[in-house]
């Protein structure tokens, strides 16, 4: 019945693609986290969404090990062009609020869950990391990466295709469930 649910709202909410994937089958790399920790996109230290607030892989890996699956979800966004780097920032800022409008969605409906989507949050225009606590914990999406998760094995797990095609940018996001919270 949740399983239902939660991909009527993904679907409501425009997502390309969903699937589950157990969370034994989680493709953790430590090599992911190294791009993160060579600051990458900018974000590594800048935000409760990213390392290394949230610990090392392992500890992440420890975290998702109390959770029994994972539904992954992805939205491809259509470009002008493949140097339309306008139109990713814009996709990339699109997706962010669509997932926390699905981490929303699941709290209304008392499925308690870990949220993460890809390259860490952006619901604030400068994060209170490290000084104080996050000023919107409850809409605190972590990143998929940082939890040093390869996105495009995760994709593959989960039946999504990694690539929309040409001129396309595909963004993907998780959200890790007890099986007796989704009822699967």
């Given at each position: 019945m949740q399983k239902a649910l939660l991909n009527n709202e993904l679907t409501r909410l425009g997502m390309t693609g969903a699937g589950f994937v157990a969370v034994p089958q989680l493709p953790f790399s430590p090599e992911v986290r190294g791009y993160c920790e060579q600051n990458k996109c900018g974000q590594y230290g800048k935000t409760w969404a990213c390392p290394p607030a949230f610990g090392s892989v392992d500890a992440c890996k420890a975290r998702c090990a109390a959770y029994d699956q994972m539904l992954v979800f992805a939205k491809c966004?259509?470009?002008?062009?493949?140097?339309?780097?306008?139109?990713?920032?814009?996709?990339?800022?699109?997706?962010?609020?669509?997932?926390?409008?699905?981490?929303?969605?699941?709290?209304?409906?008392?499925?308690a869950g870990l949220l993460l989507g890809n390259e860490g949050c952006s619901r604030c225009a400068k994060c209170t990391y490290p000084d104080s606590p996050c000023r919107f914990p409850n809409d605190l999406v972590y990143s998929l990466e940082g939890f040093g998760l390869r996105v495009d094995l995760l994709a593959q797990a989960a039946g999504i295709a990694y690539h929309g095609g040409p001129n396309t940018v595909t963004f993907f996001g998780g959200l890790l469930l007890r099986e007796k919270e989704a009822r699967i």
């Amino acid at each position: 019945m949740q399983k239902a649910l939660l991909n009527n709202e993904l679907t409501r909410l425009g997502m390309t693609g969903a699937g589950f994937v157990a969370v034994p089958q989680l493709p953790f790399s430590p090599e992911v986290r190294g791009y993160c920790e060579q600051n990458k996109c900018g974000q590594y230290g800048k935000t409760w969404a990213c390392p290394p607030a949230f610990g090392s892989v392992d500890a992440c890996k420890a975290r998702c090990a109390a959770y029994d699956q994972m539904l992954v979800f992805a939205k491809c966004y259509p470009l002008a062009d493949s140097f339309d780097f306008e139109g990713m920032m814009d996709a990339k800022e699109d997706f962010a609020a669509l997932a926390r409008q699905f981490g929303t969605y699941c709290a209304r409906q008392s499925i308690a869950g870990l949220l993460l989507g890809n390259e860490g949050c952006s619901r604030c225009a400068k994060c209170t990391y490290p000084d104080s606590p996050c000023r919107f914990p409850n809409d605190l999406v972590y990143s998929l990466e940082g939890f040093g998760l390869r996105v495009d094995l995760l994709a593959q797990a989960a039946g999504i295709a990694y690539h929309g095609g040409p001129n396309t940018v595909t963004f993907f996001g998780g959200l890790l469930l007890r099986e007796k919270e989704a009822r699967i």
